[in-house]
Every structure is written in structure tokens, then in C-alpha cells.
């Protein structure tokens, strides 16, 4: 069973606090740890700060103008008519699961997500696959609306189009909801910062939450020894692989000489002139200091380092 809450006449911040309410299909990967573009970490920040983002970048553009266009095509290619819900949804049994669903589908038992993909990552939807954070976004989706079936539909822009059928998973779907109440109700009810998972976005995250050190502030580091030293060995396996690396492309570059181009039935290899133009920063600041101070940028960041006590 669900509630449904009419988004008809709402405007976009309206619907952006609304999502801050709930578990959305497109934050599902994140919470476990399968998008490569966000974190759980990312989606704790967004659903507890008080700051509402209106992201407005040309990618969701596009995703947004094209949906309808997705919709036709997926018509055109199955015979199944879709119609729009103007709702969101949100789960009576788990009322932190919310849903804004692309399409329901006419006749089935079923829904439309509606995506657009770089032609950059048509690989990724190659063989009959699917990125798997939009997989778990579906099943999402299915928790939901209780829906049995959950199309996902694609334009690779400037390529092809593609779509897939996915089906009621009892399993999967069990397990997903349970990652999510864990989320939500102990680290986003309780505003308790999820782990992190070595990715970019728990970067940002901590960059944003912790951006300025206290001055001379110092803390005892308790329980961290045995990660650390893990640490040292991991960067020791990184510096001998990097020095294989460099050992191998010194190799082929002698084999290629002066020329630009070298091929085999299973490498393509450039070693082409690359000319670029740098300003010198250092010489500007000592001839033209006023200049420098103009035109210079201070950045602000914080430098982690490990040193042996």
C-alpha cells in the first residue's frame, strides 16, 4: 500500500524539500554503495542539511527534455502505451521509501524509467546490461508501488535505442529495503554520519562538513594503528606497480623512437607533440606585482598526511 501525494502545480523547490522526506529511487544505489557518481555519505548531507540544492546542469537538461521522446520511442518499439502519474509515492510499510516514478505502463503491471546515456557510455548498456545503480533504482521503484514489473528504456544519444524488463525479485528486493531502513533510521533519524566508502563523493562530503581546521587544535587518534599501517603497505603495492607501469611505457617509447604511431593486433599506441602554453606565475608575481594580486585566486583545502609518531 501506498500514499500519494500530488505534485501537479508544485514547483521544483517544493518537489526538491519533498525529496528530502524519504529514500528516492535515484539516491537507492548510493545508499548501497553502488553509484559511482554519489555515496550514502552524500545522500545523509542531502537529506539532513537545511539547504535545498536546485542543481541545473546541461545533463539533466537533457535527461529532462528527452524523457517524453524516451517514452515515445520505448512505445514505438514495444506497442505498449505508458501514461505519466503526477504523483510521488510513499510506502505505508516503510514510509521513509518514496518514489517519482517516469511512467506507469498501460494494460501491465508495471513501470517506465526513462534514461539518457553519453555515447561515451554505450558500453555500459552493451549485452543486454544495465549500470546497476539504475537496476536498483527500478527495484526501488517496485518496492514502492508494489508493482511486479519495472521497464528501463535508454537513447545512447547520437546511437541507438535500448530497452530492458525487469522482474519482481523477492530476494533482492527484500534485501534492499533492509539496507535502506538501516540508512534512514539509524544514520538519517539519528543523524549519524554514515561510513564512508573510499569514493570521490565521501571526499566532497568531508571536504564541505569539516572545510576549515581549528588552529592548533589536536586530538588522541584511538583505533586507527593497524588501518594506517595497512595504509603504508597499500602505498608501497601503488609506488611498485607505478614503477612497473612507468618501466613498461619507457620500454615501448624506445621500441617507437620518433615515431608517432605504433599498433598490434591488440594495442593501439600514440605518442604524439602536444605544445601548450603556461603562464609563469612566478615571474609575473615578481614584475608585475600588482597585477598578480589582481588577477591571483587564493583556494582554500585541507592537506591530509600520515607520519610516523
Known sequence: MVDKIALTGSSNREWLRLRKSGIGGSDAGAVCGMNPYSSAMKVFKEKTSEEIEELDNEALRIGHDLEDYVAQRFTEATGLKVRKSNFMYRSKEHPFMIADVDRFVIGEDAGLECKTASAYHADKWADGNIPLHYVLQCYHYMAVTGKKLWYIAAVILGREFTYRRLEWDDGLIGRLVAIEDDFWN???????????????????????????????????????????????????????????????????????????????????????????????????????????????KVSHSRRFEVKAA
Open 186 to 296: 539509524n544514520h538519517v533519524a539519528k543523524g549519524i554520519i554514515p561510513p564512508p566508502d573510499g569514493s570521490k563523493a565521501c571526499d566532497e562530503v568531508l571536504e564541505q562538513y569539516f572545510h576549515t581546521a581549528r588552529k592548533a587544535s589536536a586530538i588522541k587518534l584511538v583505533g586507527f594503528d593497524e588501518k594506517l599501517r595497512r595504509r603504508e603497505e597499500i602505498l608501497g603495492f601503488i609506488s611498485e606497480l607505478q614503477e612497473e607501469q612507468k618501466q613498461i611505457e619507457q620500454e615501448v617509447k624506445l621500441f617507437m623512437q620518433d615515431n608517432e604511431l605504433a599498433s598490434s593486433e591488440a594495442f593501439r599506441v600514440s605518442w604524439k607533440n602536444i605544445d601548450s602554453t603556461k603562464l609563469d606565475a612566478k615571474r609575473i608575481k615578481e614584475e608585475m606585482p600588482e597585477l598578480y594580486a589582481d588577477y591571483g
